[in-house]
């Protein structure tokens, strides 16, 4: 297995434009999960998937985020209408189980231009 | 929700010295992780322990849940250790299966 995936490693977008990105977690996880990282701050959590089920959005995801998991398998985020406040490094990470370890993906790192 | 502050948060070492970073947290946890953040940005995993004591070659982590901290020690510092390593915490009332990050520790090995 080489763990969790992100596509793109990088995006520049001007703002007001959507953006989509891609998480392929670990084969056997079925938890997904949504993080953003801003610049000197700790990893926050977005959004988390029990395979194809949503079960919480954080209030920091606005009605211009949504996210997906068509069967329970690969995991799509996008923005829409990009503003400057939205650059930040997005994370994706899978667990087996809620309490059980959690791995990261490389990230993928946005900037809004 | 639960709240998580990491200790010292910069710490600049000489190559060769020990270490120990601190992991407090508010309420009680079923997961606790120590990651090191590399230049490029992965989370790498360093060890898994809601509770008790841990070792992978330099480094050894103790979790004593029922005083709600964790500690991380690196012996031996190496210039390659230099990074961030953040402490996060699942658990406490509410959304369980969520992490909650620390701000994290800026760690500086120096030749």
């Known amino acids: 297995d080489t763990g969790v995936s992100q596509n793109p490693r990088h995006k520049i977008t001007k703002r007001g434009q959507n953006v989509t990105f891609r998480c392929d977690p670990i084969s056997e996880h079925n938890r997904l999960y949504w993080y953003r990282q801003t610049l000197g701050q700790g990893p926050e959590f977005l959004t988390y998937?029990?395979?194809?089920?949503?079960?919480?959005k954080s209030r920091l995801l606005s009605d211009r985020f949504s996210a997906e998991r068509p069967k329970g398998s690969f995991s799509t985020l996008e923005i829409q209408r990009t503003e400057q406040g939205d650059s930040a490094m997005y994370l994706c990470?899978?667990?087996?189980?809620?309490?059980?370890?959690?791995?990261f993906g490389q990230g993928t790192r946005l900037t809004v231009v | 929700g639960i709240q998580v502050e990491q200790s010292p948060p910069d710490l600049i070492l000489q190559e060769g010295a020990n270490s120990t970073l601190r992991c407090n947290f508010s309420d009680s946890v079923n997961n606790l992780q120590w990651f090191h953040q590399n230049p490029w940005g992965q989370l790498i995993n360093l060890f898994y322990i809601p509770s008790g004591t841990k070792q992978n070659g330099r480094l050894s982590a103790t979790t004593v849940a029922t005083e709600r901290y964790s500690l991380l020690y690196i012996s031996s510092s190496q210039t390659t250790d230099s990074g961030v390593y953040f402490c996060?915490?699942?658990?406490?009332?509410?959304?369980?299966?969520?992490?909650?990050f620390g701000k994290g520790t800026l760690l500086t090995v120096n030749p």
């Open positions: 996060a915490v699942g658990g406490g009332r509410g959304s369980n299966y969520k992490l909650t």
């Open positions: 990470a899978s667990s087996w189980a809620w309490d059980t370890e959690a791995f």
């Open positions: 998937f029990q395979n194809e089920a949503q079960l919480e």
